[in-house]
């Protein structure tokens, strides 16, 4: 058990040094390595390489395909970005306010909250009023907190739950099985590395060279918009 203890001081010293000496390398540590590893739970059996998918002075975009179960596979997309005298808790307590969702979520339109299990626990409800040819759709969602123990590293991780009814009848389909996360990382004490990766698993209505292009240029759009939030 000692043994066991020194090695664990260790890994966590070896981290802390990564941390003050290559901040950025951190971040890129912190954006690549899932916080928990959920692929088995979520039934993604492999992954291909990240690639870009749009790049600008404010953030960077990729995208990358989820092999799942079945034989099915989806697009995964993250943006990053840092943000400037903004504190980690500065960028947390927009995301724990739902209601700031369809400031800067493009094509939200009405978010509520459902349940709010604890501080670090609720679930939401929202409507997405989609582009044409892409139908309307509604998502309830579990977003839960973590802090973890010994990095300065906030994340948040939203999941799609059948367990809760909509708060009213809804003309629109659900959206389906939908998992996102937002990691949090204070590179210095006046600069945040934010980086958001998000999948949904719902068959795609159209074919892929006209979806992919119209998802994309609204998950930019969004990600613009939450940075433009603490301007």
């Known amino acids: 058990m000692l043994a066991n203890m020194r090695i664990s001081n260790t890994i966590r010293l070896l981290i802390v040094l990564l941390f003050l000496f290559s901040p950025l390398a951190m971040s890129k540590l912190i954006s690549n390595i899932p916080f928990v590893d959920a692929d088995e739970k979520n039934g993604i059996l492999t992954k291909t390489s990240w690639e870009e998918m749009g790049k600008s002075n404010l953030l960077l975009s990729e995208q990358r395909w989820l092999y799942l179960e079945n034989n099915k596979k989806v697009k995964e997309r993250k943006a990053q970005m840092i943000l ?29 909250l459902i349940l709010r299990h604890n501080k670090n626990l609720w679930v939401i409800f ?92 609204t998950f930019i759009r969004s990600m613009e918009n939450f940075y433009s939030l603490f301007k």
């Open 84 to 112: 400037h005298d903004v504190s980690p808790e500065d960028i947390a307590v927009k995301l724990r306010n739902y209601k700031l969702v369809a400031e800067w979520m493009t094509n939200v339109d009405k978010t509520q």
């Open 126 to 217: 929202m409507i997405f009023k989609l582009p044409w040819p892409l139908r309307n759709r509604y998502l309830i969602a579990e977003v839960q907190e973590t802090r973890h123990p010994f990095l300065p590293l906030i994340t948040f991780t939203i999941n799609s739950s059948n367990n809760y009814d909509p708060p009213f009848e809804c003309e629109v389909n659900d959206f389906g099985r939908y998992n996102s996360e937002w990691k949090i990382y204070a590179l210095s004490p006046s600069s945040t590395f934010v980086s958001f990766s998000a999948y949904a698993t719902a068959d795609p209505l159209f074919p892929r060279w006209l979806q992919d292009p119209l998802i994309n240029r």
